[in-house]
């Protein structure tokens, strides 16, 4: 017993570079330390030993102590709760490095495993739950830590929500290809960034040892890369300074097409053709030595089309023989500031391209503070082949003269106006097509002109509202819910519609609309003036 323990102080001596009993012996160790070594039988030589360790490694002393304790009641631990029990002393303590004592301590309690660390973002553990690799989270022991959450689901009509693991530290076994390996995730925190990374560990007699690195584990993280790189009905999304996949996104564009798009058509046909040209033509591009990049602002004012359209591109792009992948522009907010998300959202893009890179409300992201910064990623030394940018306003003359009038830039500008009758029309008549099934509804053509008719100047936005609004009123007073109200604009043309529920309706409707313009409109007014 007493050899067991003169071994385990010497593999605690040896990992922490303290000195061996051949130094002097330093009789300044507090004396609150020394307790903790007074209980045990050792001789001078082993105390002398232990008590060189110095003020700066008390928790090494204090492993030693539960060590020996161990040894001497029979028990012994798991690799995996050793492990965190590890984790756990060198959090309590102070530390400069946890990466450095999660892999020590990965080496020692699986002395036949190779162990290799790569970034969380490396998608090991996503890998397996897409079904590409099997991962069974260890709870078998209390060696993890890990928030137990609810994650609820937006139809709780469908289905309830579930149970889920965000995991700070644990154990998955972990099988790919016919190989067993045994991973590690960890989160922590060394202020002021949080960090998070991956442990793989693949038995040394399963490997193929190569320059010191693991082969089979070198192959794992390569394929989870390569399948963390692509999309998976998925759009990337810039937020927070990160970029993340959002499935989302990317569900809310797929019934979005240029169907869907009511724009005056020389300027849809022109827009689409820009768009898929520049994709189409990267030898054209190279035959001339023009840089292949480009750049297109959609401006106006709000509810004409800006959105739907960058919607329908998306999902054009997306549909094609060789999809085009779009990365998507939120918020440039984060602690490290606007310039070190514009360093990521550029580097991310050259990474991806061929691709789409939106940023929308582009006024309100691109600020005086960044304007140079950003520019200079536009344009600057690196780069920027097969990027094409699209960037939204509502308002144009917010936007530096910089980047809304200098070419090579954003190279082509499509003003979204207030829709004219002919495209108020075709909305009527795209609304009318989507309502053919509907029985309830008495939607005649003539009924498309005389909407269009009475809805000057409103946007696409408002006539999306007058529908709404005016089709749920109709199903209420159909189930009796309430009076038909009584439309008060008339017109001789309009003979047999008097009696039509859909035309009374919204001809009330955009009476509603049309006040509340007026009273938005004098706010505005009165705002501009207050601050003159």
């Not at 017993?1 to 385990?8: E, N, Y």
């Not at 979204?416 to 005649?444: G, H, M, Q, V």
């Not at 007026?518 to 003159?532: G, L, P």
Request: glycine share 4%.
């Amino acid at each position: 017993m007493h050899f067991l323990k003169h071994v385990i102080l010497k593999q605690v001596l040896r990992k922490s570079n303290l000195p061996t009993r051949q130094q002097p012996f330093e009789p300044w160790l507090p004396e609150e330390h020394k307790k903790l070594l007074v209980p045990f039988s050792l001789s001078t030589k082993t105390s002398a030993e232990s008590y060189h360790l110095s003020t700066e490694h008390p928790r090494l002393a204090c492993r030693y102590v539960q060590d020996c304790a161990m040894v001497e009641s029979g028990r012994t631990q798991s690799a995996e709760s050793q492990v965190f029990d590890d984790f756990k002393r060198h959090y309590e303590a102070t530390s400069p490095s946890t990466n450095l004592a999660i892999v020590t301590s990965l080496r020692s309690r699986y002395p036949d495993h190779s162990v290799t660390v790569t970034p969380s973002l490396t998608g090991i553990i996503d890998f397996a739950k897409a079904g590409q690799a099997e991962a069974e989270f260890d709870t078998t022991t209390d060696g993890y830590s890990a928030l137990r959450l609810h994650s609820p689901v937006t139809d709780r009509s469908k289905r309830q929500g579930k149970m889920v693991d965000d995991v700070l530290f644990g154990k998955y076994d972990y099988r790919w290809k016919n190989n067993d390996f045994v991973v590690y995730s960890a989160t922590w925190t060394e202020y002021p960034e949080r960090h998070s990374n991956t442990y793989i560990l693949f038995k040394k007699a399963d490997d193929l040892i190569v320059g010191g690195r693991s082969k089979g584990t070198d192959e794992l993280i390569a394929a989870a890369s390569q399948w963390s790189a692509d999309l998976h009905n998925e759009v990337w999304a810039f937020d927070q300074e990160r970029w993340t996949k959002d499935s989302e996104l990317w569900k809310s564009v797929q019934h979005s097409t240029w169907d869907d798009v009511i724009l005056d058509e020389t300027m849809k046909k022109t827009l689409v053709d820009d768009v898929e040209g520049f994709f189409d033509r990267k030898d054209d591009y190279k035959q001339f030595s023009v840089p292949w990049k480009r750049g297109i602002i959609f401006h106006g004012i709000p509810g004409n089309g800006k959105t739907i359209s960058i919607k329908a591109l998306i999902h054009f792009l997306s549909s094609r023989s060789d999809p085009i992948p779009t990365l998507y522009v939120k918020s440039l907010a984060g602690c490290r500031g606007p310039h070190y998300a514009i360093r990521r959202i550029f580097t991310k893009a050259r990474e991806t391209a061929p691709c789409l890179l939106v940023f929308e409300d582009l006024d309100s992201l691109i600020t005086d503070k960044v304007k140079s910064f950003f520019l200079n990623e536009v344009d600057g030394l690196e780069s920027n082949d097969g990027i094409m940018m699209i960037g939204s306003t509502n308002y144009l003359d917010r936007l530096d003269p910089g980047i809304a009038k200098r070419p090579s830039r954003f190279d082509r500008k499509y003003h979204f106006a207030l829709p004219a009758a002919a495209e108020r029309t075709r909305y009527c008549e795209y609304w009318r097509s989507k309502l053919a099934k509907n029985n309830s509804i008495d939607f005649p053509p003539k009924l498309c002109a005389a909407i269009a008719d009475i809805t000057e100047g409103f946007s696409f936005a408002y006539l999306k509202e007058a529908f709404i609004t005016s089709l749920l009123v109709i199903v209420a007073e159909q189930r009796g819910g309430t009076k038909e109200p009584n439309g008060t604009i008339a017109d001789p043309s309009l003979e047999g519609l008097e009696n039509n529920a859909l035309w009374r309706t919204f001809s009330k409707q955009v009476e509603s609309l049309r006040t509340e313009q007026e009273a938005s409109r004098k706010s505005a007014d009165e705002a501009v003036q207050n601050k003159t």
